[in-house]
């Protein structure tokens, strides 16, 4: 490590910029969907390896994370490795492609809807290449074998190309901001991933400077965040932040149980020179079969592309939504309105399977009902319908359930 370590931590006034966004995580509403949320609203990311300490001038928490809040990198391109590791199990493929079904059911049931490709990026190890050019052109590639998927935002158009099903998704935005707003919807880069964690920032969390790394060949600053707390699932995130830039350029999230990275993201090679305008060009393939996105008809947004709603339904239930406690020990709960999930035995076949290897059984004043856990997100529906999601353990949700 280099010869310092910065031990100061944001305060409340200091953080107040910084929270918006943080009940993002109210979107669970299925266990399935509880694992793809997750990695939509915290992002994805191997464990942060230093490739050597450099000698960097002294800097605090504050200033580090005002020097990302102002970084404005308006061209760049390079390669961003990202790994997952929810502890699900391993069910041949099957997880995958549920969460891609839940996602393609709030969609337009394309393979190129990006809202339902990129889920993938939920389990093991992808390799992204990604590229922009201001703010109104950005290129990202999902490598896979013998196949890509690429997401594209140039002006106003937004396409998406799975090469594998040769398959088109195209949506046309209100304006740009919206465009912007719907490549943001796939949060790869360590960038993105930074700027959701720093939503989180608040007097419940220690934000420290803990030495400095080499990532991609650039001299950077480890911004170390922790919750105060013990009760959440969250160990710490690591961000190495580029000296020069502010960009971030790496973003490791390690649960508090330990062991290996929940999420690790990583730029591999990075440069800041303008790439070509050939870059953000896209022509529709020969045969391939378009999907136009309808939620702009008549002049008016139907939803966000995503979701199939407006801004302002995102995370309710049928019942609203409601969040207990603060922090990074807060849990959402929302009524579904309906029964809770099946058993494995109910369900039957592989999905009941599934639902048995993350569930268990749970009772209390509340009931009973089941709690689906991941490394990093637990959610408890009760057999009555309710939900309680967050970044706790088992026994938090059941103590708000009870409470409840």
Do not use: C
């Not at 079904?101 to 190890?125: I, M, N, Q």
């Not at 803990?210 to 990532?215: L, N, S």
């Not at 896209?282 to 702009?296: I, L, W």
């Not at 409601?322 to 999905?351: L, R």
């Amino acid at each position: 490590m280099a010869p310092y370590e910065s031990d100061d931590s944001t305060s409340a006034d200091e953080a107040d910029d910084l929270r918006a966004g943080r009940r993002k995580a109210a979107r669970y509403v299925v266990p399935v969907a509880v694992v793809g949320v997750a990695a939509a609203t915290i992002g994805l990311v191997p464990a942060l390896a230093d490739s050597g300490d450099p000698n960097l001038p002294k800097i605090s928490a504050q200033q580090l994370i005002e020097k990302i809040a102002k970084s404005d990198v308006q061209q760049m391109s390079g390669t961003v490795k990202i790994s997952a590791d929810l502890g699900l199990p391993d069910l041949g493929g099957l997880e995958s492609s549920l969460t891609s079904g839940a996602a393609r059911g709030s969609g337009d049931g394309s393979s190129a809807d990006p809202s339902a490709k990129l889920t993938e990026l939920v389990t093991g190890t992808h390799t992204v290449r990604v590229a922009a050019d201001g703010p109104d052109r950005q290129k990202l590639s999902l490598l896979e074998n013998a196949a890509e998927y690429s997401l594209i935002h140039n002006g106003k158009d937004v396409w998406g190309y799975d090469s594998r099903s040769n398959s088109v998704y195209h949506s046309t935005a209100h304006d740009s901001a919206d465009a912007r707003k719907k490549q943001e919807q796939a949060p790869a880069t360590p960038d993105q991933l930074a700027k959701d964690a720093l939503k989180s920032v608040d007097d419940t969390t220690s934000v420290t400077v803990q030495g400095t790394a080499q990532v991609a060949g650039r001299d950077a600053y480890r911004l170390v965040i922790k919750p105060k707390d013990a009760g959440s699932t969250v160990g710490q995130i690591t961000v190495a932040v580029d000296s020069k830039t502010g960009l971030p350029l790496k973003f490791t999230l390690t649960p508090a149980s330990g062991g290996a990275a929940v999420i690790d993201a990583g730029f591999t090679q990075i440069s800041f020179a303008r790439p070509a305008a050939s870059t953000f060009d896209f022509k529709t393939p020969k045969g391939a079969k378009v999907t136009e996105d309808k939620s702009h008809e008549n002049g008016s947004p139907k939803g966000d592309g995503r979701h199939g709603m407006s801004g302002k339904d995102l995370g309710k239930g049928p019942d609203g939504l409601n969040v207990i406690g603060k922090g990074w020990d807060s849990i959402a709960t929302f009524d579904t309105g309906g029964k809770g999930v099946p058993s494995g035995s109910e369900a039957g076949g592989q999905f009941g399977g599934f639902l048995d290897s993350l569930g268990d059984k749970v009772t209390g004043k509340f009931g009973s009902g089941t709690v689906f856990k991941t490394r990093l997100i637990n959610a408890l529906i009760t057999d009555d319908g309710k939900v309680y999601v967050g970044a706790v353990g088992k026994d938090a949700l059941v103590k708000a359930a009870n409470a409840g």
